[in-house]
C-alpha cells in the first residue's frame, strides 16, 4: 500500500548535517579513518553533580508525569536565572519546559502561525528553523547576512522585507553555525524596528554561556521593557552543561503565547522527562559547580578555536572572520573550490571526505552556499590532524 504524505512533510529539506554524517559513518563502516567536524555537541560529558541528581530523583520515585509546562522547582530555578543573568524577572505562568530547545521553536511556531504568516530568517541560519516555520504553514523569509558584516543584518535589510504578514523575527546569537554575535546596539536598532511594526522577536540564545571574546551576551529582552514583552526567549542547558541527549529546554516570554505553548506540550509530549527535569534543576541550583563547567568549556573551547582558527586560515583560497561564540568556525571555501576544480561547495565537501576522510557540513544547508560548518568541538589533536587533510587536499588538487 502507498500512501501519500502530507505536503507540510514534503515540502521539508533534507538535512546536510545528518547526509554527511551518513556516508562518514559509511566510511568509518568500511575501516577508515574519518575525522568528523559535523557535530553540533559538546565533547565533554554531563557532569558528575548533575547526573547524581538523576540518579537520586530516580531512587526518590521521582519518575512520573509532571505538569506539562515542567516542574514548578525549575522554572524557579530559570527564573533566577534570568534575575542574576540579565536582571530580567519573570513569573512561573511566563516559563515552559519543554522537550529540548528545539521543541520549544516548533511549538512556538505551531502556536504562533496561520497559513501565509511571513517569519523573518537571517541567512546563515541554523537547519531547523525554516523547517518550523513551514510545519506550521508559515512562510520562511530570508535576509542575508553579509559576510563583512560578520554575517549579521541591519536594520535596512529589515525593514526592506517586512509586510502586513510578517510575524516574526528569528535573532540567534551567538550563532550557530556562524559563531558570530550581535551587539547591544544592533540589537536595540532591530528591536525598534519590531516594535514599529508590532513583530514578535524569536531570540535563541542557547550558546549564551560559550563565547570567548571581550563581548558579553546581550538578550535583547533586557533592553526595554517594551522589548521584553515582544520576545520570546529560547534557551536549555544542552550546550552550556553538555546535556544534549538528556533533551531539557525552555522558552520564556508572553503569558498568553507561554500558555498556548503548554496547551500544545499537553498534546504533543505529556511533559519533558522528569528525571531529566531534576537533572536540568541541579545543573541551575548547584551555582558553584555551574560556574566550574561553564568556565571549564569556555577555556577549553577556546584555546581550540584559537588554534584551529589560525591554521584553518593558512589555507590557499580559504578564508574566515573569526567567530566569538559557539563552538563553530563558518569559513568562506568557495576560491578553494574553484581551485580544485568544483563548480560548487558542496561537491568540494563530498571529494574531501571521500579523498581525506574529513566530514565538514556545507554551508548549503544554513542558506550560505559558498562557506562551511566546522565544529571544533572535538581534541586539538583531531582539529590539527583534520586542518592538516583539508590542506593536503587543497595543495593536491589544484
Same mark, same amino acid.
Given at each position: 500500500m502507498s500512501m501519500e504524505l502530507s505536503h507540510r512533510v514534503q515540502s521539508l529539506t533534507p538535512s546536510s548535517t545528518l547526509a554527511i554524517s551518513a556516508k562518514a559513518k559509511e566510511l568509518r563502516d568500511m575501516g577508515h579513518d574519518v575525522i568528523g567536524l559535523g557535530v553540533g555537541e559538546p565533547d565533554f560529558n554531563t557532569p558528575a553533580y548533575i547526573i547524581q541528581a538523576a540518579k537520586k530523583a530516580m531512587d526518590e520515585g521521582l519518575t512520573k508525569y509532571t505538569a506539562s509546562g515542567g516542574i514548578i522547582e525549575l522554572k524557579k530555578a530559570i527564573i533566577e536565572k534570568f534575575t542574576n543573568d540579565h536582571q530580567l524577572a519573570y513569573t512561573t505562568n511566563q516559563v515552559i519546559v519543554t522537550t529540548g530547545a528545539k521543541y520549544a521553536l516548533y511549538a512556538l511556531c505551531q502556536v504562533l502561525l496561520n497559513d501565509g504568516d511571513e517569519v523573518i530568517i537571517p541567512t546563515p541560519y541554523w537547519v531547523s528553523y525554516p523547517e518550523h516555520v513551514k510545519l506550521a504553514g508559515g512562510e520562511p523569509v530570508y535576509v542575508e547576512g553579509l559576510e563583512e558584516n560578520d554575517f549579521k543584518i541591519t536594520k535596512e535589510q529589515l525593514e526592506q522585507v517586512i509586510t502586513n504578514k510578517t510575524k516574526a523575527l528569528i535573532i540567534n546569537s551567538p550563532s550557530n553555525p556562524t559563531g558570530m554575535m550581535y551587539s547591544k546596539d544592533e540589537l536595540q536598532a532591530l528591536g525598534e524596528v519590531c516594535i514599529k511594526h508590532n513583530i514578535l522577536i524569536i531570540s535563541d540564545e542557547i550558546y549564551e554561556k560559550l563565547i570567548y571574546s571581550d563581548d558579553e551576551h546581550i538578550s535583547i529582552a533586557q533592553l526595554s521593557n517594551e522589548l521584553k514583552e515582544q520576545t520570546v526567549i529560547i534557551n536549555g542547558v544542552s550546550k552550556s552543561?553538555?546535556?544534549?541527549?538528556?533533551?531539557?529546554?525552555?522558552?520564556?516570554? +508572553?503569558?498568553?503565547?507561554?500558555?498556548?505553548?503548554?496547551?500544545?506540550?499537553?498534546h504533543a509530549t505529556s511533559n519533558p522527562t522528569s528525571i531529566a527535569q531534576y537533572a536540568a534543576l541541579e545543573a541551575y541550583a548547584n551555582k558553584r559547580e555551574n560556574e566550574k563547567i561553564n568556565a571549564e568549556m569556555r577555556e577549553v573551547f577556546s584555546a581550540r578555536l584559537d588554534a584551529f582558527y589560525e591554521l584553518i586560515?593558512?589555507?590557499?583560497?580559504?578564508?574566515?572572520?573569526? +567567530?566569538?561564540?559557539?563552538?563553530?568556525?563558518? +569559513?568562506?571555501?568557495?576560491?578553494?573550490?574553484?581551485?580544485?576544480?568544483?563548480?560548487?561547495?558542496?561537491?568540494?565537501?563530498?571529494?574531501?571526505?571521500?579523498?581525506?576522510?574529513?566530514?565538514?557540513?556545507?554551508?548549503?544547508?544554513?542558506?550560505? +552556499?559558498?562557506?562551511?560548518?566546522?565544529?571544533?568541538?572535538?581534541?586539538? /589533536?583531531?582539529?590539527? /590532524?583534520?586542518?592538516?587533510?583539508?590542506?593536503?587536499?587543497?595543495?593536491?588538487?589544484?
Open positions: 552543561h553538555a546535556m544534549t541527549g538528556w533533551r531539557i529546554g525552555y522558552a520564556v516570554g +508572553p503569558t498568553n503565547i507561554i500558555k498556548a505553548m503548554t496547551n500544545h506540550a499537553s586560515q593558512s589555507i590557499p583560497g580559504i578564508t574566515c572572520e573569526k +567567530p566569538k561564540g559557539a563552538f563553530y568556525i563558518f +569559513p568562506n571555501v568557495i576560491e578553494a573550490a574553484k581551485l580544485n576544480g568544483f563548480q560548487t561547495v558542496d561537491e568540494w565537501v563530498t571529494a574531501l571526505l571521500e579523498e581525506e576522510k574529513v566530514a565538514l557540513v556545507p554551508g548549503s544547508g544554513f542558506g550560505a +552556499p559558498n562557506n562551511v560548518r566546522l565544529s571544533y568541538a572535538t581534541s586539538m /589533536e583531531l582539529l590539527e /590532524e583534520a586542518a592538516k587533510r583539508i590542506k593536503r587536499f587543497v595543495l593536491n588538487n589544484q
